[in-house]
């Protein structure tokens, strides 16, 4: 039996601009966009000229990194070998301040993905960006999306108006585990609070660097506010996170609790073994030397082979040439990141097994 | 030196043989009246009609309660006062009892750090550093003080260093790690500069309150996370501190983190390190990667004692962050005390244990070895 290739969990397909999705936001929207001259729409989390946003050898001359099916192919899918590649919009729907219009975006996004990506090559599955300023919206468009089974998660940004295992979002988890789709936390903020706990900071890079703490208050919350004792079918796919802050982040969760569970009675094992039983990472960036040995340490810190998923980030520049593979993972554990740990935390990609 | 060592000290670690310093005991007042010998007329009238006024809206009790009453040991609690208010109390209980040689004071609330009000806050950081040598100090030879700041106003927090320079009972300015805006900002460089003149570290202890969200997605619900988000709050602290370029510009600062945990040092470095490669065009100030000044500029203390769930995990994060770097803190009197004896797992080597009692400190603080 031929082995299935490799699961990319991160690409980011990039609208040429605001324009892009035009023809896709409904007629009142439309009439907006135009009337009140809303030219652009882009997140500080990723200006579109930082050289993270894209690597050098994919910014096409008078073009934009990620913008189409042709550049994705060619730079990702063929060149790195992927069976399947899952698209995450990083399109900041979640930046507007009316949820209206945020949902409206959102709509727009999800459907601009379905028709010139998902229609166009069959390797493809994509996310359904949820409206998270509006719970309500949110679920309509899980609502909305699900029956296409090329939707295989819904997706959030790390950094919201309030953390997000606030209950008020459960409704939204709940018709995600309905529909059999992981709940996506991809790095990025809606900007509602600095990107640290104490201010704003001077430059991008501590910025960029600020996803890792947001993860890690995005996961106490879910685990804390009970998620996954009220949700215990609910995956968690963290995207673009990082990994090596994860087993500290875990001791520390887990040390206090066992001070101070009273607190939070329906958390009724350690934190440590319920974010193993439902929470994934992808792979890029991966953010530890390139030392085998070290690496090797930092794997068994994790204590699970199942943890992470392989991605490429593209057109997001973590890493040169075709150096996919963190440096220093160690060989035999490939083929569990790019399709056994995958396949496992995706139902809807083992309904109709993956191209070979 | 002048050590006064206990003949009997039941709870002092076998170890120790290099002496015990705790860099991190909590005294109370047990009132504000305490402070009021050294408050101006205008001052106490504003301490007692309109109190201490935090970046929060709790006038009075905790926005997330503490696991125990002043989050403090049950048995921490002298007849009829509050925990850690009364000298001889905390001398038979901790000093004597455990064979502290040097307890480091870290006061914490009610001490007008972080305090809406600039002016109040600096007359309230005088005022607790008198009351630290008057109160604590004068009769007590095996403790030391804090330079407390009102660290918002780093003009004035310069001011009240400089007035406590060359007195060798302070030995470190304290600052609280939730703080208005990043440490590296401008705004805090006059305390590095000061600090750096008097050839004092300039610790940061967990806690405080930012004036903004507790996590950068939103204020959390519970004391669990707030515990958590000590950590992700020292590491943006670690990150501004590093990227702005304080240790180019003050290449001597010594940075202590207290009750931060440390587990979560070297994941801050490597991460930093990885975009920091990316990103140079923006920070060309920064002349080496950044886990290179987290190697050299800063330390940590140890309680609360990370916990990996394969204890031996402990030995690679202490070797990752530096042994030498690593300081016991005790955290009394508060309810996730660590006790010397019980918070290092046995394989950690014995002498690097004896080092983290006291050789690190000592080092730390430019005192003799024991």
Known sequence: ??????IDCDLHPTPAGLAALVPYLEPYWRDSVEERGMEALESASYPPNAPITARADWRPRGGRAGATLAQLQAEALDRFGAGIGILNCLFPVQLPFSEDMSAAFARALNDWVRAEWLDRDPRLRASIVLPMASPEHAVEEIERLAPDRRFVQGMILAMGEVPAGRRTFW?????????????????GSAYRHPVTSVGWPSWYLEDYAAHQQGFQSTLASLVTEGVFAKFPGLKVVLLESGVSWLPPFLWRLTKTWKGVRFEVPWVDRPPAEIVRDHVRLTVQPFDAPDDPDLVRRLLDHLRSDELLLWASDWPHWQFDGDAVAPPGLPADLLPRIMVDNPLATYARLREEGVPS | MNVVRPIAAPGRPAVATLGLFDCDIHPRPL???????WLSAEMWHRL??????????????YPFPKAAPLASRRDAWPPGKVPASDLDFLRAQHLDFHGIDIGVLNPLQPSGQGDQNDAFSAAMAYAVNEWQLERWLRDEPRLRASVVVPYEDGEASAREIRRRAGDRRFVQVLLMSRTAEPLGRKRYWPIYEAACEAGLPVAFHAFGYSGWAMTNGGWPSFYIEEVSEHATSCQSQVISLIVEGVFERFPSLRILMIECGFAWIPSVGWRLDKHWRKLKDEVPHLRRAPSEYLRQNFWVSTQPMDEPERPEHLLDVMEWIGWDRILYASDYPHWDFDDPRTAFPAFIPPERRRDIFGANARALYGMPAA
């Open chain 1, 171 to 187: 409704p939204v988890y709940a018709a995600l585990e309905r529909h059999g789709l992981p709940l996506a936390i991809h790095a």
């Open chain 1, 1 to 6: 039996m031929t082995r299935p290739r490799a």
């Open chain 2, 48 to 61: 007692s009609t309109y109190g201490i006024r935090p970046r929060h809206g709790f006038a009075k009790g």
């Open chain 2, 31 to 37: 009132s504000l009246e305490e402070y009021r010998p």
